[in-house]
């Protein structure tokens, strides 16, 4: 017996809005650590030591900062192809005239 792939857009878009969930969390912690970094790394350290303490920071944040936009292309795509979905389903449905 075949399996019937069904897609279903409001599925799709409810994932998309945990994409986001997500991507915002990880921003809000990425800033959170930021600050918190820049505090310690502001707390009497000077010369080399700072200057690795922040060029180690600015490349983690960069990392949150990929991070949050794969989940926004996640997230997009997801919506994207809901759209793009509905739009066929729509069609088909003209062309068969229901």
């Known amino acids: 017996?075949?399996?019937?792939?069904?897609?279903?857009?409001?599925?799709?878009?409810?994932?998309?809005?945990?994409?986001?969930?997500?991507?915002?969390?990880?921003?809000?912690?990425?800033?959170?650590?930021?600050?918190?970094?820049?505090?310690?790394?502001?707390?009497?350290?000077?010369?080399?030591a700072q200057a690795t303490s922040y060029d180690t920071m600015g490349q983690m944040n960069q990392a949150f900062n990929n991070i949050v936009n794969m989940l926004h292309g996640v997230r997009d795509g997801l919506i994207r192809d809901a759209n793009n979905y509905e739009t066929q389903e729509q069609a088909s449905q003209q062309a068969l005239g229901h």
């Open 1 to 48: 017996m075949a399996t019937r792939f069904m897609t279903d857009p409001h599925a799709m878009r409810a994932m998309a809005g945990r994409f986001e969930m997500h991507a915002q969390t990880v921003s809000d912690e990425a800033r959170k650590m930021w600050a918190s970094s820049m505090n310690i790394a502001g707390a009497g350290w000077s010369g080399q």
